[in-house]
């Protein structure tokens, strides 16, 4: 008798040679193995006579050998070429490197058997044939088992092959550990959701996903629709909604630092504000201030396409933690973006006299002196990258932390700098937006506020897409916007030239372009720059001292240049939708009209050219993470590898949303049972499949 923990060794036809070919592909357990669904089945209960068959179908025959024989070759070894019949037609099937079979002596003549593939024709297109087809003997008696084993009748499930463990052997083995499960199987999901969901037991829904019954719904064990796949989907999505409700809960049950407003505050927020919000800032900002006036601490994520105006809501929110007596610190990815936040928190803020620190790599030891006033809690904003998670960097009295293109952080970086102070309020901010419902689950421990309106006056972006042999053109509408006195971005995804890709490189276009222009006028900037140097070249080009700056990635966020109309993006293949339409995001931040040209070889990939189709098509950036999302995938969407999210292994965030909606509601109604919620999920953290996911809390 085996359970789901049990070795896969002592399955029947294991052993433990075999074992350690499982589990060297994650399939160490019986639970691991039963966990592995199909990825489609196929209806093998109805033949098709011999007469009838089409090339190009996949059909299953039963008929009789009449003839085999094995044929040397040069290239594929001996072929073993059976000629069958059913009395109204003939089909020959075919194995190549067959001679092992053929000394098995499966297929002698008068034997019936049934044969499952794709009928090809002959090299004359004259008769039927089947390459390498599944079989299946058919018994004499009918208990019998035939050689080919238990495959080609009713409905078989196709697994995807484990590099080296073929989907006919997992068709044997996982039966074999069906059979030997002990029969007194625990259900993990409660009856109550199974009743009212009218879900299968897990034995039950165990059966019906790796051995269907004819009859049963083919196109929606297909789809992945069928009850027992919609079962374990929903237990999946139920199972991550109730860890996240868990972690909510006990974010809500701690003591927090708590903000007070009052109409001085508002005064101190009217000086800083350079326009008029729009209505999305204000419905962000006001759901922040409710958040920082709760007696827990404030977890939410403020989303919005690139441009929407997030900053000046985090500046805002800033103010609210400044004014009630306690520091903030703002956390980004790159120095660059760091230097750019340091100078608008002085210009924005500058009203105020709030004393704002830029802490870089090296600070702490370069600067002592700043390092003790942020300590005694002297400094109002601390601004920087990872800099800040050093153990130096203290602070006095942390009430907000704000992290700005959370995607770029791990979940541990996160926390390493909430760390820093007393369960400080913490607001975390991406210009790489994805739907709603999604960002509800990416981001399940935050409260999800979206800015989804631009500030007036914004002129849209216009998006072409060039080939190399329009570079003429290209260089031409450089030189017009260079001429009417605006600046230009030329951006490369390398800084040298590289032997292994053939790409362009910042280094070799910067010469190239300052060979075409002033070379005074040409700048250089890429991360492996000094400090100084960098800061420097966005200096002069902020400031209107170069016209065109050439650059790799480095100016993907938080680069902020008014006068900057035009933005050329070489090999734009080799960049994902959300990379390219932050890039994007570097103009039309003026009043001028500008243009962004995606610039690519000649030819390029299908997906390469789907990418750029999709930023050239829209601006909007929920609809360009939707494009996302088909293309790549919500796991690589938003990061879930560095985020902590689990790789979920049944259900998916694409196709399964409904699924998801109505886990999250049942979720709901447990997480006002903390007792019985934790008890449930410690019961599932024992469940092969899912401990994974449990992980999540």
Same mark, same amino acid.
């Given at each position: 008798?085996?359970?789901?923990?049990?070795? =896969?060794?002592?399955?029947?036809?294991?052993?433990?040679?075999?074992?350690?070919?499982?589990?060297?592909?994650?399939?160490?357990?019986?639970?691991?193995?039963?966990?592995?669904?199909?990825?489609?089945?196929?209806?093998?209960?109805?033949?098709?006579?011999?007469?009838?068959?089409?090339?190009?179908?996949?059909?299953?025959?039963?008929?009789?050998?009449?003839?085999?024989?094995?044929?040397?070759?040069?290239?594929?070894?001996?072929?073993?070429?059976?000629?069958?019949?059913?009395?109204? %037609?003939?089909?020959?099937?075919?194995?190549?490197?067959?001679?092992?079979?053929?000394?098995?002596?499966?297929?002698?003549?008068?034997?019936?058997?049934?044969?499952?593939?794709?009928?090809?024709?002959?090299?004359?297109?004259?008769?039927?044939?089947?390459?390498?087809?599944?079989?299946?003997?058919?018994?004499?008696?009918?208990?019998?088992?035939?050689?080919?084993?238990?495959?080609?009748?009713?409905?078989?499930?196709?697994?995807?092959?484990?590099?080296?463990?073929?989907?006919?052997?997992?068709?044997?083995?996982?039966?074999?550990?069906?059979?030997?499960?002990?029969?007194?199987?625990?259900?993990?999901?409660?009856?109550?959701?199974?009743?009212?969901?009218?879900?299968?037991?897990?034995? $039950? *829904?165990?059966?019906?996903?790796?051995?269907?019954? =004819?009859?049963?719904?083919?196109?929606?064990?297909?789809?992945?629709?069928?009850?027992?796949?919609?079962?374990?989907?929903?237990?999946? +999505?139920?199972?991550?909604?109730?860890?996240?409700?868990?972690?909510?809960?006990?974010?809500? &049950?701690?003591?927090?630092?708590? +903000?007070?407003?009052?109409?001085?505050?508002?005064?101190?927020?009217?000086?800083?504000?350079?326009?008029?919000? $729009?209505?999305?800032?204000?419905?962000?900002?006001?759901?922040?201030?409710?958040?920082?006036?709760?007696?827990?601490?404030?977890?939410?994520?403020?989303?919005?396409?690139?441009?929407?105006?997030?900053?000046?809501?985090?500046?805002?929110?800033?103010?609210?933690?400044?004014?009630?007596?306690?520091?903030?610190?703002?956390?980004?990815?790159?120095?660059?973006?760091?230097?750019?936040?340091?100078?608008? *928190?002085?210009?924005?803020?500058?009203?105020?006299?709030?004393?704002?620190?830029?802490?870089?790599?090296?600070?702490?030891?370069?600067?002592?002196?700043?390092?003790?006033?942020?300590?005694?809690?002297?400094?109002?904003?601390?601004?920087?990258?990872?800099?800040?998670?050093?153990?130096?960097?203290?602070? %006095?009295?942390?009430?907000?932390?704000?992290?700005?293109?959370?995607?770029?952080?791990?979940?541990?970086?996160?926390?390493?700098?909430?760390?820093?102070?007393?369960?400080?309020?913490?607001? #975390?901010?991406?210009?790489?937006?994805?739907?709603?419902?999604?960002?509800?689950?990416?981001?399940?421990?935050?409260?999800?506020?979206?800015?989804?309106?631009?500030?007036?006056?914004?002129?849209?972006?216009?998006?072409?897409?060039?080939?190399?042999?329009?570079?003429?053109?290209?260089?031409?509408?450089?030189?017009?916007?260079?001429?009417?006195?605006?600046?230009?971005?030329?951006?490369?995804?390398?800084?040298?030239?590289?032997?292994?890709?053939?790409?362009?490189?910042? $280094?070799?276009?910067?010469?190239?372009?300052?060979?075409?222009?002033?070379? *005074?006028? #040409?700048?250089?900037?890429?991360?492996?720059?000094?400090?100084?140097?960098?800061?420097?070249?966005?200096?002069?080009?902020?400031?209107?001292?170069?016209?065109?700056?050439?650059?790799?990635?480095?100016?993907?966020?938080?680069?902020? #240049?008014?006068?900057?109309?035009?933005?050329?993006?070489?090999?734009?293949?080799?960049?994902?939708?959300?990379?390219?339409?932050?890039?994007?995001?570097?103009?039309?931040?003026?009043?001028?009209?500008?243009?962004?040209?995606?610039?690519?070889?000649?030819?390029?990939?299908?997906?390469?050219?789907?990418? #750029?189709?999709?930023?050239?098509?829209?601006?909007?950036?929920?609809?360009?993470?939707?494009?996302?999302?088909?293309?790549? %995938?919500?796991?690589?969407?938003?990061?879930?590898?560095?985020?902590?999210?689990?790789?979920?292994?049944?259900?998916?965030?694409?196709?399964?949303?409904?699924?998801?909606?109505?886990?999250?509601?049942?979720?709901?109604?447990?997480?006002?049972?903390?007792?019985?919620?934790?008890?449930?999920?410690?019961?599932? &953290?024992?469940?092969? %499949?899912?401990?994974?996911?449990?992980?999540?809390?």
């Amino acid at each position: 008798m085996l359970h789901l923990d049990s070795d =896969v060794q002592f399955v029947r036809g294991v052993g433990p040679r075999r074992a350690e070919l499982l589990a060297s592909r994650g399939l160490a357990k019986v639970g691991d193995l039963l966990w592995r669904f199909p990825r489609r089945y196929e209806d093998r209960s109805a033949f098709v006579p011999l007469a009838r068959l089409e090339v190009g179908q996949t059909a299953t025959i039963r008929a009789r050998v009449s003839q085999t024989k094995l044929i040397p070759t040069r290239s594929r070894g001996r072929i073993l070429d059976v000629t069958l019949t059913d009395g109204e %037609g003939l089909i020959r099937a075919k194995w190549f490197n067959g001679a092992r079979l053929y000394n098995s002596r499966v297929f002698l003549a008068g034997v019936e058997v049934i044969l499952t593939g794709r009928v090809e024709s002959d090299r004359y297109g004259e008769n039927p044939v089947l390459f390498n087809p599944e079989f299946e003997v058919v018994p004499e008696t009918p208990d019998a088992r035939g050689a080919g084993g238990d495959e080609c009748g009713g409905y078989v499930p196709i697994y995807e092959e484990a590099l080296g463990i073929t989907s006919r052997q997992l068709r044997r083995i996982i039966p074999a550990a069906l059979d030997a499960l002990d029969p007194a199987l625990r259900d993990p999901l409660p009856e109550a959701i199974r009743d009212r969901r009218q879900f299968p037991d897990l034995r $039950t *829904a165990l059966e019906e996903i790796h051995r269907p019954r =004819v009859g049963a719904d083919i196109s929606k064990l297909n789809a992945g629709r069928s009850p027992a796949h919609c079962r374990f989907k929903f237990e999946e +999505f139920f199972l991550l909604e109730l860890s996240l409700s868990l972690r909510r809960q006990r974010v809500r &049950s701690s003591d927090g630092v708590r +903000f007070e407003t009052s109409d001085a505050l508002r005064t101190q927020l009217k000086k800083i504000l350079p326009f008029r919000p $729009t209505p999305a800032q204000k419905r962000a900002f006001g759901e922040i201030v409710t958040d920082l006036s709760a007696d827990w601490p404030m977890s939410r994520l403020l989303q919005g396409d690139v441009g929407c105006g997030k900053t000046i809501v985090a500046f805002e929110s800033i103010v609210v933690a400044v004014e009630n007596g306690y520091q903030a610190a703002l956390m980004v990815p790159t120095e660059i973006l760091a230097e750019q936040h340091a100078i608008s *928190a002085r210009r924005v803020l500058g009203p105020l006299g709030y004393d704002v620190a830029l802490v870089r790599r090296g600070t702490t030891k370069e600067d002592p002196a700043l390092v003790g006033r942020i300590r005694s809690g002297e400094v109002d904003l601390v601004i920087g990258t990872h800099a800040l998670l050093e153990g130096a960097v203290e602070f %006095g009295r942390l009430g907000l932390v704000v992290i700005d293109e959370q995607h770029r952080f791990g979940v541990m970086q996160r926390l390493g700098l909430m760390e820093k102070g007393r369960r400080p309020n913490t607001l #975390v901010m991406t210009a790489t937006p994805i739907p709603r419902t999604l960002a509800m689950t990416f981001y399940g421990d935050l409260d999800v506020s979206s800015i989804d309106e631009m500030p007036p006056g914004r002129h849209p972006i216009e998006t072409i897409h060039a080939y190399e042999r329009h570079r003429p053109r290209v260089d031409q509408a450089l030189r017009r916007e260079v001429d009417a006195r605006r600046q230009c971005y030329v951006v490369y995804p390398l800084v040298e030239d590289s032997e292994k890709l053939d790409l362009s490189s910042a $280094t070799e276009g910067h010469r190239r372009l300052a060979g075409l222009f002033d070379p *005074a006028r #040409v700048g250089l900037l890429h991360g492996r720059m000094k400090t100084l140097e960098k800061e420097a070249v966005m200096q002069a080009f902020a400031g209107g001292h170069l016209d065109i700056l050439v650059a790799t990635t480095v100016v993907e966020v938080g680069v902020d #240049v008014p006068n900057a109309t035009l933005i050329v993006i070489e090999h734009a293949e080799r960049f994902g939708i959300s990379q390219l339409h932050q890039l994007r995001g570097r103009v039309g931040r003026g009043g001028h009209p500008s243009t962004c040209i995606l610039v690519t070889p000649d030819r390029i990939g299908k997906v390469a050219f789907q990418r #750029v189709r999709a930023v050239r098509e829209t601006t909007d950036g929920f609809r360009l993470a939707e494009a996302d999302l088909r293309l790549r %995938g919500p796991g690589e969407l938003a990061g879930t590898r560095q985020s902590g999210m689990p790789e979920l292994r049944v259900a998916s965030l694409l196709d399964d949303m409904e699924i998801l909606v109505e886990a999250r509601d049942e979720a709901r109604l447990w997480e006002g049972d903390p007792p019985g919620a934790a008890q449930l999920m410690e019961a599932l &953290s024992r469940k092969p %499949g899912l401990a994974g996911v449990v992980g999540v809390g």
